[in-house]
């Protein structure tokens, strides 16, 4: 596994977020749990899937840029830009898809009314989520997040401006903010149901309402090019500034009981925007944080490398099958312990096996095409 050409720091931060997903499902293990460290396993999951949401736009936003500031940016440019990411999400994302399917079928659980709509990634465009394979809400909010930005830029091209490319970026990326942060209100404003539950699954989880997400990940990727002085020059205290945001806010909520039955109008526009944007706080000092000790430095950048099979693969599948197997509702303190280890193990070793002989070689596959790069590089 190469690291040399890898940013510590933005792999210390997709490890950290499969991590703190991985462990907010360790409620399934143990439902009795309650209380504070109940709280914390369900915020750490939130924060987890957030997390991915702004590195994700990061990513994208600095290739984003980078095409599109070149003169040879066209059409066939945004289209490479496309397949390079589809092959990338999607053979893992089809995999896993049948995997369930499968399950699903094996154990007569029964599927969604509208099954197809999982190949089109619109299970939960703008409606509820369903119940099967629930970790694929945030990749639907991902696809189209990789498809809305490099239409609009590539739309732009026919606009007669006098703004440079740059400007015109960073103009579409503020749209694009700016629309999804106008879904929410209009979601607010015409739906009465004030629950967590339902907050969870209809808008928090919901394409429509939810890539601005990805977009000020999009919008820190053209700050950082844009202006990398200014960029290294508040790392420390940007990522100072991130961290009291996302504490301060969290352990206020909970100490002013500012719930959502009571104040939807902030769950609904303000809670999500707060945290995202804390969270993009982190990058000026992440992605400038390029070294660390061999002894952390592998095992971050392994659970990096194999952090998407252990997203795909962790809940419905591993700890579904476990569960189902081996229930947890009467086991002892330490043999609930040994449960939880066994299942860590379990994920890290099947997503390891998963990226080596599939996800690896799938994505190696993008690059390979000869015929497919001298056409889109044109």
Not at 36 to 54: A, I, K, Q, R, Y
Not at 122 to 130: D, E, G, L, S
Not at 323 to 343: Q, S, W
């Amino acid at each position: 596994m190469r690291v040399s050409n890898r940013i510590f720091g933005l792999d210390l931060m997709r490890a950290m977020a499969i991590f703190m997903v991985v462990i907010s499902h360790i409620h399934w293990i143990v439902p009795e749990m309650d209380g504070l460290l109940s709280s914390l396993m369900s915020l750490s999951g939130f924060l987890g899937v957030e997390v991915f949401f702004v590195l994700s736009g990061f990513l994208i936003g600095r290739i984003l840029y980078n095409l599109y500031t070149s003169e040879k940016f066209n059409f066939s440019r945004v289209f490479y830009f496309w397949i390079r990411r589809w092959f990338r999400t999607l053979p893992n994302y089809y995999l896993v898809l049948a995997i369930n399917i499968f399950i699903a079928i094996y154990l007569n659980i029964g599927f969604p009314e509208h099954l197809w709509q999982y190949a089109f990634f619109i299970q939960n465009f703008a409606w509820q989520m369903p119940d099967f394979f629930p970790e694929s809400w945030s990749l639907s909010i991902e696809e189209f997040a990789y498809i809305i930005g490099p239409l609009m830029l590539y739309s732009g091209l026919f606009v007669k401006t006098k703004y440079s490319r740059s400007k015109m970026f960073l103009g579409i990326t503020i749209i694009i903010i700016s629309f999804f942060t106008i879904t929410k209100y209009i979601y607010t404003i015409g739906n009465t149901m004030n629950t967590m539950n339902y907050w969870n699954l209809n808008l928090k989880a919901v394409v429509l309402y939810r890539i601005d997400a990805i977009y000020y990940g999009v919008l820190a990727a053209y700050i950082s090019l844009v202006k990398p002085k200014f960029w290294k020059s508040i790392k420390y205290k940007s990522v100072i500034l991130g961290i009291a945001i996302i504490l301060s806010l969290n352990v206020f909520i909970s100490a002013r009981q500012i719930f959502i039955e009571s104040h939807n109008i902030f769950w609904n526009l303000f809670y999500l925007p707060i945290n995202t944007i804390a969270i993009m706080f982190l990058l000026p000092f992440l992605s400038q944080l390029t070294k660390a000790p061999k002894l952390i430095l592998k095992p971050i950048t392994f659970l990096s490398v194999i952090s998407y099979s252990m997203y795909l693969l962790h809940y419905s599948i591993i700890l579904q099958l476990l569960k189902i197997y081996i229930p947890t509702e009467n086991l002892a303190i330490f043999d609930t312990l040994i449960y939880i280890l066994v299942y860590l193990c379990i994920v890290v070793l099947l997503s390891y096996i998963l990226y080596t002989i599939y996800e690896r070689p799938m994505m190696n596959l993008r690059d390979k095409p000869f015929f497919i790069k001298r056409y889109l590089n044109k």
